[in-house]
């Protein structure tokens, strides 16, 4: 069982398209982190949040933790090619010493 | 400044074969981590090193990965015995500090393990 369940798995959008990931736990996640993973990349961190309700903007992408700390979404408006990529969310549970990851979305921008 | 290197970027080797990848992390970062990514899916943690503290081996999948970090600083991670469902691509990360939530790790582009 994924500790981290992350929807859609794939998505296809076309360049100018809004999108929204999300991230969902039945557990309580002290911090939750958003990153980018291009091929024959490693991830690349875009984001923490650790306070519940939290709503952080980078550029054209906005990142939600929910008031219960259990989910989060990234909203990408405008959508453009160069935002294609794996968008993993990442996870610590209370006091635990490790990231927990979801399994991904692999989103595909078109021309 | 460089990042987080790993060596080599690509393994092919053959079912029962040992094999060592190895991890340059940041230097002077603390942290170091070791994680397996399916194709396209999320990364599973393996092992994770913090100073001279005992590493958390919690995420090793069998007796057959070990990993050791010298000098507190390059890491190699060792299978032996490799089997066919150990093929994946092997990222490392370090960070300046443990990841309690608030610190960020950089990975490393990977080595991908094809074991035949």
């Known amino acids: 069982t994924q500790l981290l369940e992350q929807s859609p798995q794939f998505l296809s959008i076309q360049e100018g398209e809004n999108l929204t990931v999300y991230c969902n736990s039945s557990s309580v996640f002290s911090s939750l982190q958003w990153y980018r993973q291009e091929p024959g990349e490693g991830p690349v961190l875009l984001v923490t949040?650790?306070?519940?309700?939290e709503v952080k903007k980078l550029k054209r992408l906005t990142f939600q933790f929910g008031d219960a700390r259990k989910d989060s979404s990234l909203h990408i408006t405008a959508a453009q090619p160069g935002d294609t990529g794996l968008y993993l969310c990442?996870?610590?549970?209370?006091?635990?010493?490790?990231?927990?990851f979801g399994s991904g979305t692999q989103l595909t921008v078109l021309p | 400044g460089a990042g987080v290197s790993q060596s080599p970027s690509n393994k092919v080797t053959e079912k029962g074969k040992d094999v060592e990848l190895r991890c340059d992390p940041i230097s002077g970062h603390t942290a170091l981590y070791w994680y397996r990514q399916s194709l396209g899916q999320g990364l599973e943690f393996l092992i994770y090193?913090?100073?001279?503290?005992?590493?958390?081996k919690s995420g090793l999948p069998s007796d057959r990965f070990s990993a050791e970090r010298t000098g507190g600083s390059v890491s190699t991670l060792t299978i032996q015995r490799t089997q066919q469902e150990d093929s994946a691509v092997y990222l490392c990360a370090s960070s300046l500090v443990l990841t309690g939530g608030l610190g960020t790790q950089y990975f490393g582009p990977g080595t991908r393990l094809t074991v035949l």
């Open positions: 990442a996870g610590v549970v209370g006091s635990a010493r490790q990231l927990t």
């Open positions: 949040v650790v306070t519940g309700g």
């Open positions: 090193f913090q100073g001279n503290s005992a590493p958390d």
